[in-house]
């Protein structure tokens, strides 16, 4: 469970600071799929970073599963987000010149998860999104929906608990981005992550089981819940 | 994330710029190509040096003076005030110099000095001119024979104890006294003349033709030599100063020097003696020895110092060379810093990515740090690679042409090799301190941004 309380962030001083989040309350519970929509500059992304533990808020804090992530040192934070949490960005971020085994290889090199069981868990991630086959080419080699999907493979190998997926089909034609939201959502029911979609499209928006909407740094309203 | 996995991404990050690295690892092999050359030629000239001494000087002895001051450089630019309790003046390493010379009695008590195994003065005798019946005449020099020498034979046989007037004859006189061969030589004699100097140095020659007339006046005489050994010319310039001498006993070697030095303030005068000490090549014997000669006012030369100061000259030639091998090495310190950054500046995003899968910072910095090492191992290994080859290849050319036999000018050691690699992967590592300092402090959502 990922309660947010109070979370204010604040960027600059005095004059000109400004207030990207003010005083924000979330409940999500485990294996919930949630959207956090608002336009450019609403603020969910730096709702996003902060739960994740990638940024700091100015007040209030985050707690996941009872502990609050903002007392742990940077290094345990570092822990907790190699073991409980994965990303999928818009950008893809994947490593060009790298083959999809390597890619997908990383996130298991930062969690030091033992030599041994690296490879399987690799190619059990390709599999379940169908790049399989794929495993020995080079990254570059491959079309935008495949890159998304790599990344996808990258964000569950190492079975997280919260997988955050910042705009996930932002660069893709919307077929290929339909797929990858059926991809997350089918391994949201599979491997049981919560999935924190932040996201413009609120037509995509309406699949995940609770929406939070966000403007001008507050929660404007959260539809639906926690399933 | 484990250290073996931190230098595998290295590697692969390495691999996949690979004009970028090399080019940056070139940088620093010029610099090492430098120094394994010069470390090489370092070798190779204390190498050289060391068969120059053990080919003529016995480890065991000591080189000892009247003056302590013969073994010294002194200040050419101050004049040397006259002393005539020093009764001579001679002629040392192109300097005119007043120098004491040792006596028999100084011999004497140097050969009490405990621990001293024999004491014997050093001469060598120039020859007026030595000769067969019907043969030129040839100037020479004759020595004592040390047995520490034990030269190569082409014929005869070198006894433990030398006879009076019998020589060994080096092979470079053998066809121009007229013999055909090396066997025909031995239990034949040799005509060796001295002149002398009583009779020059009681005229003064006020020009060259009364200098003539002086010399050709003074006494001479032809002592006969049996040859009982032919030498056989070294095949390397180590001894080419000594190659042409004779040697006979010391007892012979006297009587010549003796018969020269007659009537004159130099007779039964030496300038050094060569003193032997028990187990010398014992350092500590040998410095105690040493130390004992010094404290009763002699100078003393070991073959060590000897050694020293042929190497001086290369040390010092070394030297430059190393400083501009340095130079090149810190001047591609600036090309590893550079490339480095870069590298940051190009791999932002992955920095962001890594450090938001939860990379730790240390291990981001690690990263970098060891990609800056392997550059700095990289060039290593090119640079000493090339200069070896180099080396190998220049071996024999080098060798040929200053006529050094079998030695090699550039001798590589593997373990200095290692060192200086092993001190280029950590030069590389501090090259990568700050790159990898400002790739460890990113912000990783700046980083995440950046396009």
């Known amino acids: 469970m990922i309660e947010v309380k109070n979370l204010t962030k604040i960027y600059g001083k005095s004059e000109n600071s400004f207030k990207a989040l003010d005083k924000i309350n979330i409940i999500i519970l485990d294996k919930a799929t949630v959207a956090i929509v608002g336009k450019s500059g609403s603020g969910k992304s730096t709702l996003m970073h902060i739960m994740s533990g990638l940024d700091a808020p100015s007040s209030g804090t985050v707690i996941v599963d009872g502990t609050d992530i903002f007392k742990m040192s940077e290094k345990k934070i570092d822990s907790f987000r190699a073991t409980q949490m994965s990303f999928v960005f818009q950008s893809f ?17 930062i969690a030091r998860v033992p030599m041994g069981k690296r490879k399987k868990m690799a190619l059990d991630a390709l599999d379940a999104v169908e790049l399989g086959e794929k495993a020995n080419l080079k990254a570059s080699t491959l079309s935008g929906g495949q890159k998304q999907r790599l990344a996808v493979a990258r964000a569950i ?52 089981s609770m929406r939070i909407k966000v403007k001008d740094g507050k929660i404007e309203a959260i539809e639906g819940g926690n399933k | 994330m484990l250290f073996f996995d931190i230098v595998r991404r290295a590697l692969r990050n390495l691999l996949s710029s690979k004009a970028r690295t090399i080019l940056t690892a070139l940088a620093i092999a010029v610099g090492t190509f430098a120094l394994t050359l010069t470390l090489g030629a370092s070798n190779g000239a204390q190498d050289y040096a060391q068969n120059i001494v053990k080919s003529n000087f016995d480890p065991s002895e000591l080189l000892v003076s009247k003056d302590q001051n013969l073994f010294q450089r002194q200040d050419a630019t101050q004049p040397q005030v006259y002393d005539p309790s020093f009764g001579s003046i001679t002629t040392f390493g192109g300097e005119s110099r007043q120098v ?66 019998t020589v060994i004859l080096p092979e470079g006189f053998l066809y121009s006294l007229g013999f055909t061969d090396a066997q025909s030589a031995i239990g034949q004699n040799v005509r060796l003349s001295v002149k002398n100097q009583a009779t020059i140095a009681s005229t003064l020659p006020t020009n060259s033709a009364s200098l003539l007339n002086a010399q050709s006046s003074s006494a001479s005489e032809e002592v006969n030599f049996k040859i009982i050994a032919v030498s056989k010319t070294p095949n390397t310039v180590i001894s080419a100063a000594t190659s042409l001498y004779l040697y006979s006993n010391l007892n012979s070697v006297q009587n010549l020097n003796d018969y020269i030095y007659n009537g004159t303030s130099n007779y039964q005068k030496y300038l050094v003696a060569n003193v032997k000490v028990k187990d010398g090549t014992n350092t500590t014997k040998l410095n105690t020895v040493e130390a004992a000669i010094k404290s009763q006012g002699y100078g003393v030369q070991s073959v060590i110092d000897t050694e020293k100061t042929i190497t001086q000259v290369i040390s010092v030639l070394e030297g430059i060379v190393t400083v501009f091998g340095i130079i090149a090495i810190i001047a591609s310190v600036f090309g590893v810093v ?3 950054y870069i590298s940051v500046l190009q791999r932002t995003r992955e ?22 090492g392997l550059i700095g191992l990289l060039g290593g290994l090119i640079g000493s690679f090339l200069a070896i080859v180099l080396g190998i290849g220049l ?56 396009e």
């Open chain 1, 93 to 109: 971020f994947i490593e060009a010149n790298a083959t999809c085994l390597q890619n997908v290889l990383l996130p298991l090199e």
């Open chain 1, 157 to 208: 190998v190492n079975k997280p608990a919260i997988l955050f997926a910042d705009e996930p089909t932002g660069n893709l034609d919307s077929i290929t981005g339909d797929k990858i939201m059926k991809l997350l959502f089918n391994l949201n029911k599979k491997i049981g992550c919560t999935i924190i979609l932040v996201t413009h499209d609120e037509d995509l928006a309406k699949h995940t």
């Open chain 2, 100 to 165: 004491k010379l040792l006596s028999n009695s100084d011999i004497s008590k140097l050969a009490s000095v405990s621990g001293v195994a024999s004491a014997e003065p050093g001469i060598s005798v120039s020859l007026q001119y030595l000769t067969r019946d019907g043969q030129r005449k040839y100037i020479g020099t004759l020595s004592p024979y040390n047995p520490y020498q034990s030269p190569e034979l082409l014929a005869g046989k070198i006894p433990s104890t030398l006879a009076d007037n």
């Open chain 2, 338 to 340: 550079n490339t480095m």
């Open chain 2, 351 to 372: 920095i962001g990515l890594m450090k938001a899968l939860g990379m730790h910072r240390k291990d981001i910095s690690n990263l970098f740090r060891i990609e800056a």
């Open chain 2, 395 to 450: 071996n024999p050319v080098i060798s040929s042409k200053l006529g050094l036999g079998d030695s090699k000018l550039l001798i590589f050691k593997f373990n200095q090799i290692g060192l200086l690699i092993i001190a280029l992967i950590i030069i590389g590592i501090i090259a990568g301190l700050l790159p990898a300092r400002k790739a460890a402090h990113l912000d990783p959502i700046e980083a995440l941004r950046t």
